[in-house]
Nanobody
Framework: QVQLVESGGGLVQPGGSLRLSCAAS????????MGWYRQAPGKQRELVAT???????NYADSLKGRFTISRDNAKNTVYLQMNSLKPEDTAVYYC??????????????WGQGTQVTVSS
């Protein structure tokens, strides 16, 4: 059973920074594209950023320059460095990954989410 566990969320002042982490655990053969999405109350879940195993990244246009996605393939972990945070960044942030489990086809997984609140 594969699990994605996010950490690093919390309350931060406007202009501050947070670093989110998401680690995949379980009997895993390979982890492919990983990413971060976010959802605020009453809004659709939206893309934040994705990163392939080769390091190719894709960002939401509105977040370019403030957020940086990275990964450690050896640790099956993806990170999201969030700088210059704004109140509109407040949301639940979800980790996502395409994973091949041992003796199983590739599947897409979601983490449980971690709350990020940007407020004075």
């Amino acid at each position: 059973q594969v699990q994605l566990v996010e950490s690093g969320g919390g309350l931060v002042q406007p202009g501050g920074s947070l670093r989110l982490s998401c680690a995949a655990s379980g009997i895993i053969r390979s982890v492919y594209t990983m990413g971060w999405y976010r959802q605020a109350p009453g809004k659709q879940r939206e893309l934040v950023a994705t990163i392939t195993t080769a390091g190719s990244t894709n960002y939401a246009d509105s977040l370019k320059g403030r957020f940086t996605i990275s990964r450690d393939n050896a640790k099956n972990t993806v990170y999201l460095q969030m700088n210059s945070l704004k109140p509109e960044d407040t949301a639940v942030y979800y980790c996502n990954a395409d994973i091949i489990e041992v003796s199983n086809p590739r599947r897409n997984y979601w983490g449980q989410g971690t709350q990020v609140t940007v407020s004075s």
